[in-house]
């Protein structure tokens, strides 16, 4: 670090904390986060000390905190550190209540709405392109609220928020969403390997995406939800050929097949069709698995015979539980 008597210049703390110039001089202008001392009476100059009430502030807002709450508690600790004149009185911090947001707040420039505060910290993470931050805030979601709350309540509001902003900006926020997707899948899968022992001699419950559909992320919230319960699963990801997807069937012999429609126009009913007649087993013992036409490309149309249309991850779950003599899942509160 050059010039350390002085400071540094806003753009290497940027850097350094990994937002960017606009960010850093948008919380010194708003929120008053900015340097003790500033060379000449113009320029920014940061300190070690203000460069951790800055690394303060970008934690406290990936965790979900207003930007205003957390500028105050970044000052407060700032002026905690320092041995000499305190600066004014800061106002007290109020308590951020757990659970869900009163109120969208500024920060992410994503259209959340009414959503939990780890959504919020999760958006504003993945909006700086946080990596480190959007994964330890994943993790924190799933053991402080169980696989399927933080999927319904935090990745998928986020995503949804990600999505409707590219949609609105002309193709920007596309990194955004291809960050947070891979963080989110990476934390599904961490779930499901992690979660009870699944070998077992029962018949495994297949997942995949019908032919044409890219969309895997619920699907993989649905291997680690089985997972969680010590279900065996096979997951065979997205865009699975029509070929493909029968010789699975036949060669593992499953109880259940989970196949996901994101659009109706990847839904292919004929090919459900097909997976639920599909009977396999000995002579006068031949069974055919049960097919769970899941997301919402399927909707429309009656359910076939040998299908069923869960309205979402809670009820998959179920009914898929309920075919190994499970009792139903409820969400961690």
Known sequence: MSDTAHGITTGAVARRLGVSPTTVRSWDQRYGIGPAVRADGRHRR?????????????RLTASGVPPAEAARAARQARTSAEPTVPDAPVAPVAPVAPGRARRPGPG??????DVRQEARGLARAAVRLDGPAMEGLLQEALAEHGLVTAWQEVMVPTLHAVGRKWASSEDRYVEVEHLLSWHISTALRRAAVTGPATASP???????????????????????????RGLPTRM???AVPAEALDAA?????????????????????????????????????????????????????????????????????DVISRLYGEPAVSAKE
Do not use: K, Y
């Open 46 to 58: 940061w300190s070690p000390a203000d460069i951790a009430m800055l690394d303060e502030m970008c």
């Open 108 to 113: 992410s420039g994503l259209p959340l709405g």
């Open 202 to 228: 029962a018949a495994p419950v297949v997942l995949a995406c019908v032919p044409g559909e890219q969309h895997s992320l619920p699907l993989e919230a649905l291997a680690a939800g089985l997972a969680e």
């Open 236 to 238: 065979f990801g997205a």
């Open 249 to 317: 069937v036949r060669r593992s012999g499953p109880a259940a097949v989970a196949l996901w429609s994101q659009a109706r126009s990847t839904a292919n009913h004929a090919l459900a069709r097909h997976v639920a007649g599909t009977a396999f087993g000995v002579r006068g013992a031949r069974r055919a698995p049960v097919v769970l036409l899941a997301g919402p490309g399927w909707l429309g149309r009656p359910p076939a015979p040998g299908t069923v249309r869960p309205t979402g991850l809670p009820e998959a779950i």
